[in-house]
């Protein structure tokens, strides 16, 4: 039997909602069979893009990269790269996927992420069975070859451990040449956290990956 896995990702608002959301399902050798990206109606241009308000202007997460990324997501939109789906058909997009594949559903932080769809009644709960990519990725890679890795390339936390970030993780099995993380839903799912699925099941068998992941 074949086995799908669908991977979701999120970017957020300042009120606790999906702005931005993707997904690709893809096979345990990271096959991508289908994605989908789409600008939240209702959620996207209506309330401000998370930003942490203690953020310095040029960090990553400020209010003025939160307005610099709401303009990058307008411009998708203008090019056709990004459509405006409701959270209804989103649903259904969900639903169809559920019925042909079954898949295993997971996010990088699986309970960030199914929170935030819940508060915007986008309907993760309709799959059988899920699990948390960074905790199974956390319990793989983690060992004295990784720890190097991010001693020789500056990916510690503030207070000395390894970085676990989908980013770090996926330059780990990729190199250097990875560009940074973009922070935007599908493409975080799409060219990180499918890359680390993939390494994780190339010597994991799923019921292992899910107990990693629980």
């Not at 096959?31 to 960090?59: C, T, Y």
């Not at 819940?118 to 199974?136: D, E, H, P, V, Y």
């Amino acid at each position: 039997m074949k086995h799908y896995y669908l991977i979701v990702d999120t970017e957020t608002t300042r009120r606790n909602t999906v702005a931005d959301f993707g997904a690709v399902l893809v096979t345990r050798k990271g096959e991508i069979v289908e994605q989908f990206g789409a600008m939240v109606l209702g959620e996207f241009g209506k309330k401000p893009l998370f930003f942490d308000p203690s953020a310095s202007d040029s960090a990553f997460w400020s209010e003025q990269s939160a307005k610099r990324r709401a303009k990058a997501y307008d411009a998708m939109l203008e090019s056709g790269q990004r459509s405006i789906s409701s959270p209804a058909l989103i649903n259904l997009w969900l639903a169809g996927i559920n019925a042909r594949y079954a898949p295993v559903l997971t996010a990088y932080n699986i309970a960030f992420d199914f929170g935030k769809c819940r508060n915007t009644k986008i309907n993760l709960g309709i799959f059988g069975s899920r699990f948390c990519l960074m905790k199974a990725a956390k319990r793989h890679f983690v060992n004295d070859d990784y720890m190097r890795f991010c001693v020789e390339n500056g990916r510690l936390t503030p207070t000395g451990l390894a970085s676990t970030t989908a980013d770090s993780m996926a330059t780990y099995i990729m190199g250097n040449d990875l560009a940074p993380e973009p922070h935007m839903a599908l493409e975080d799912a799409r060219d990180y956290e499918a890359v680390i699925l993939a390494k994780i099941l190339e010597t994991t068998t799923r019921a292992k990956l899910l107990e990693l992941g629980r």
